[in-house]
């Protein structure tokens, strides 16, 4: 159990499984999850009997995030002193767009197809609710918010996958990024983290500060804890 400055709770228990997968992007979210994972791995002592697929996608328009999630990756290795075995997978594509999707949804299925995971875990978190939040649209084309992320509270947070049989969690989904701000600085990591991930999805820069994802860090990076 993970209880972290907010009355929303995030449970990861991985005593279920064998083996596990999650997208890792570079970004604070999807590093936080994959901490997470790790630790509740070493609380069960799963430490000779569990493995963790992270599965990232750099494509045309998201170049960087190779270089950012195997700072993530590395991070965790060292800082849980490589008692969890991590398995960094990295798939490069030209493509853009919705590739990136697809490509997720592809390793999921040969992943389960194949009895090399039982569960996939999304990092995603809960789009800002708070009206603190102001999103300023920048100039020209952007990309938007992802409706995927406004969870409804009704919803469950672990799915079966029909399709692949495996389970689809997403603890993270009924908190937003202050969570995962909490969880790092509880952890005297938060200033390192922020230094080796990154949530732009400009192409053109590391930073460009005005799109959904600059906006929404620097907001819960601004909020007062």
């Not at 430490?47 to 700072?71: H, M, Q, W």
């Not at 202050?178 to 400009?202: A, N, P, W």
Request: aromatic content about 12%; glycine content about 6%.
């Amino acid at each position: 159990m993970v209880e972290i400055g907010h009355p929303d709770t995030v449970t990861i228990d991985v005593r279920p499984y064998k083996s596990v997968a999650l997208t890792v992007s570079g970004g604070l979210d999807s590093a936080s999850l994959l901490f997470m994972i790790c630790e509740s791995a070493i609380q069960h002592h799963l430490e000779d009997s569990f493995k963790i697929f992270a599965f990232t996608v750099p494509n045309r328009g998201d170049v960087f995030c190779g270089y950012f999630a195997a700072l993530v990756v590395q991070k965790a290795q060292n800082h849980f002193h490589n008692k969890v075995i991590i398995e960094h997978i990295v798939h490069n594509s030209s493509l853009g767009g919705k590739y990136k999707t697809e490509a997720m949804e592809a390793f999921q299925k040969e992943m389960a197809r194949t009895g090399k995971i039982e569960a996939f875990f999304d990092g995603v978190t809960l789009n800002p609710t708070d009206p603190s939040f102001q999103f300023q649209p920048p100039g020209g084309d952007y990309v938007k918010k992802m409706s995927h992320r406004d969870f409804d509270c009704h919803q469950p947070k672990t799915v079966k996958k029909q399709a692949y049989h495996i389970d689809y969690c997403r603890p993270l989904a009924n908190v937003d990024k202050r969570f995962v701000r909490d969880y790092f600085q509880k952890h005297g990591l938060l200033e390192e983290m922020i230094e080796i991930t990154r949530s732009c999805t400009d192409f053109n820069s590391v930073e460009c500060g005005c799109c959904w994802w600059c906006q929404e860090r620097q907001w819960v990076l601004n909020c007062v804890p």
